[in-house]
Structure formats: structure tokens, C-alpha cells
């Protein structure tokens, strides 16, 4: 078999890279005007009032022997859970805790042998969606402190929004009329017309504190936040 001379061989080379740019380029040129797109965010808000509320108080007692220990642990618990049904909570919303009971630690003992040695220790807790009976409850806080001779040690407060659901397709929608607005706009200053859809993904709704960016279970006022992206075709 003969050899192709290295000059021929060149230039065959240089031919067929030359063709094959040229089918490439045209390609991408075609390519380009038949793929515009534009990939844009939606987004909507709702502020909600919390619709449940969860309210610990923690509580705790001293005494030397448990004949006295358990009674006076008992009244405060009494006393709180009075208060609460007072503001309007009802018996199945509360929620007395399991009592724990502590010896005091020698090491305390020993810089004061008068400190009682036995500790008990219990809680009362409301779950209800009766939020402003809860609010009421917090702001008697201090004054149950006052009234039990410190008894309460903590308290933790939760609240939370459970009714997405019934605001999920508003929203959504909503946020994908956001998305198109702003398609709108970016076609408006390009020259360009808003096309189909091509591609669209919901974010995950969040529920964050009014007013900012997370979530503070201790605020009543909640923000619903849901974002949207939406890829449009463009056209000429």
C-alpha cells in the first residue's frame, strides 16, 4: 500500500478540521435562538397568628425529709394549674410532669451543712391552640413566681403555625405570578417575549418570625414564606 505524502496528508487534515468547525458553529448558532431562556424566582408571604401554643413551666422544692418534700411540691403544682384554669385553659390542655426527686450534692453540704438535703423537681406543661389564654399565662409569669416563693426554675414557650395547607395553592400561585412578572420585566428590557414554561420547581415553605429571616418559637406573629423557580422559553 502506498503512503500518502506528509504535505497530502496535511492538507486532508486541515480540510476536514475546517468542515467539521464550520458544522459545529452553524450548530451552536441555530442552537442559541431556538434555547433562550430565563430562569426566575417567585415569591410569597403571609403573616399568620400562631395557632398553637405550647407553655412549660418548670418547678422545684426543697425540704429535709419527703413528708415535707412532696406537699409543698404539690401546692405550687396546684397553684399553677389553678392560674391556668383561671385564664381559661382547660383540664385535658394541662399537663403535670413526672417528679424527680435529688439528693443535694456533699460538696454543698459541706460549705453549708443547714442547706436542706432532698430536691424535688416537676413541671406543668399546656399544649392548646387557645394562644391568647397561653399569652395571659406568660404574663403571669412573674407574679406566680412572687406567690410561690421561687418556686419556678425555667419556663419554655413554643409556638407554632399549623394551617399551610389551606394556604398552600394561594400561595403557590402567588409565587408563580411573581415569577412571571419578573420573566416579564427581563424580556421587556431585552426585547424579548415571555414563551412557555420550559421548567418549574416549589420551594419548601417556611414559617419563620415576623420580621425576620428565622424562627423564634417564642413569637406569636409568624411569616409564611414560599419561593418558586420557573424557567420560560424567550422569544423574539
Not at 478540521?17 to 452553524?26: L, N, Q, S
Not at 405550647?54 to 409543698?72: D, G, M, Q, Y
Request: glycine share 6%; hydrophobic share 40%.
Amino acid at each position: 500500500m502506498s503512503k500518502v505524502p506528509p504535505l497530502l496528508a496535511a492538507i486532508i487534515l486541515g480540510a476536514g478540521i475546517a468542515v467539521c468547525g464550520y458544522f459545529v458553529g452553524d450548530g451552536i448558532q441555530h442552537l442559541k435562538p431556538n434555547n433562550r431562556y430565563v430562569n426566575v424566582r417567585g415569591l410569597s408571604e403571609k403573616e399568620v397568628q400562631a395557632d398553637t401554643a405550647e407553655l412549660t413551666v418548670s418547678i422545684t422544692r426543697n425540704a429535709n425529709v419527703t413528708e415535707e418534700l412532696f406537699p409543698k411540691l404539690d401546692a405550687v403544682q396546684n397553684q399553677i394549674i389553678a392560674t391556668f384554669k383561671s385564664l381559661g385553659i382547660k383540664d385535658d390542655e394541662i399537663q403535670p410532669g413526672q417528679w424527680i426527686t435529688k439528693r443535694t450534692d456533699r460538696y454543698y453540704l459541706q460549705d453549708d451543712p443547714n442547706l436542706p438535703r432532698l430536691n424535688v423537681y416537676g413541671s406543668v406543661t399546656v399544649k392548646t391552640h387557645n394562644v391568647v389564654a397561653v399569652e395571659k399565662a406568660v404574663a403571669k409569669i412573674n407574679e406566680l413566681q412572687t406567690a410561690t416563693n421561687g418556686a419556678i426554675t425555667d419556663t419554655s414557650l413554643f409556638y407554632s403555625f399549623n394551617g399551610i395547607s389551606a394556604l398552600r395553592a394561594e400561595m403557590i400561585a402567588a409565587a408563580t405570578k411573581d415569577a412571571r412578572n419578573a420573566a416579564l420585566q427581563f424580556a421587556a428590557d431585552s426585547g424579548s417575549q415571555v414563551g412557555s414554561i420550559r421548567d418549574a420547581s416549589q420551594g419548601v415553605f417556611q414559617i419563620l418570625a415576623s420580621g425576620s429571616d428565622n424562627d423564634d418559637p417564642a413569637s406569636v406573629k409568624k411569616t409564611v414564606r414560599v419561593v418558586t423557580t420557573v424557567t420560560y422559553e424567550l422569544k423574539d
